[in-house]
């Protein structure tokens, strides 16, 4: 896609997400890691009813890390995979207690955490510290290929176009107007193509992408 097309499907997705944000409620790094954590395979707003209880009395390393294991699955068990999510949680908890008590801001130190892939350090990064960054979920992901703004066959792969294609200082905001398009018109099953501000420029709806 070349640089004319990518600047106007910016451009409009900016005017039709103007207070995209992220959807997660946190009040501290370690919050949003925990959260982003719980998110896999579940939706922010299940995540936001489980922390909202969650975080009352476990809102920091130190209080989290009095929990056990089945303790802390029990807490979480509405969120799916609550086992591996607890394990991970606590190990990752550990980790940050070990070296210092703050969640790491780069991205290096952050994959050493359990639990916590690239897409998970990049909501960290962007959201809790301002870093510019492209978390990659399933809704961007699948918009991205669709639009033809990245393409790609894993994760990484789209992360690495995006970065590409679009300006360094509107990788976070890019990030978030992604998700909330995938999320209200460009849906997994049934994209609302005829009412998408970008159907114009999108290479699924133009029939040029069979991919998706």
């Not at 590409?164 to 509107?170: L, T």
């Given at each position: 896609m070349d640089k004319k097309n990518v600047d106007k499907?910016?451009?409009?997705?900016?005017?039709?997400?103007?207070?995209?944000?992220?959807?997660?409620?946190?009040?501290?790094?370690?919050?949003?890691?925990?959260?982003?954590?719980?998110s896999a395979q579940c939706t922010d707003v299940r995540v936001n009813m489980v922390t909202e209880k969650l975080y009352k009395e476990y809102d920091t390393p130190e209080a989290m890390i009095t929990l056990?294991?089945?303790e802390l699955s029990e807490k979480i068990r509405s969120c799916g995979f609550y086992k591996n999510?607890?394990?991970n949680i606590l190990g990752a908890t550990r980790a940050i207690l070990a070296s210092g008590g703050e969640v790491p801001n780069n991205m290096e130190e952050l994959l050493k955490l359990p639990g916590v892939g690239r897409k998970?350090?990049?909501?960290?990064?962007?959201?809790?510290?301002?870093?510019?960054?492209?978390?990659?979920?399933?809704?961007?992901?699948?918009?991205s290929n669709r639009l033809g703004i990245a393409k790609g066959?894993?994760?990484?792969?789209?992360?690495?176009?995006?970065m590409?294609?679009?300006?360094?200082?509107?990788w976070s905001d890019t990030h978030h107007y992604l998700?909330?398009?995938g999320r209200n018109i460009c849906?997994?099953?049934?994209?609302?193509?005829?009412k998408c501000p970008l159907a114009l420029y999108c290479e699924y709806f133009s029939g040029a992408d069979t991919t998706t």
């Open positions: 499907i910016l451009e409009i997705l900016e005017k039709t997400y103007p207070n995209a944000k992220c959807a997660l409620n946190f009040k501290s790094p370690y919050e949003l890691l925990i959260s982003t954590i719980l056990t294991e089945e999510k607890s394990k998970t350090a990049n909501v960290v990064l962007s959201n809790a510290f301002g870093v510019p960054a492209i978390a990659v979920d399933t809704h961007v992901f699948r918009v066959n894993t994760p990484e792969q789209v992360e690495n176009g995006l590409k294609n679009i300006p360094r200082d509107m998700i909330w398009h849906k997994s099953r049934k994209p609302d193509c005829e």
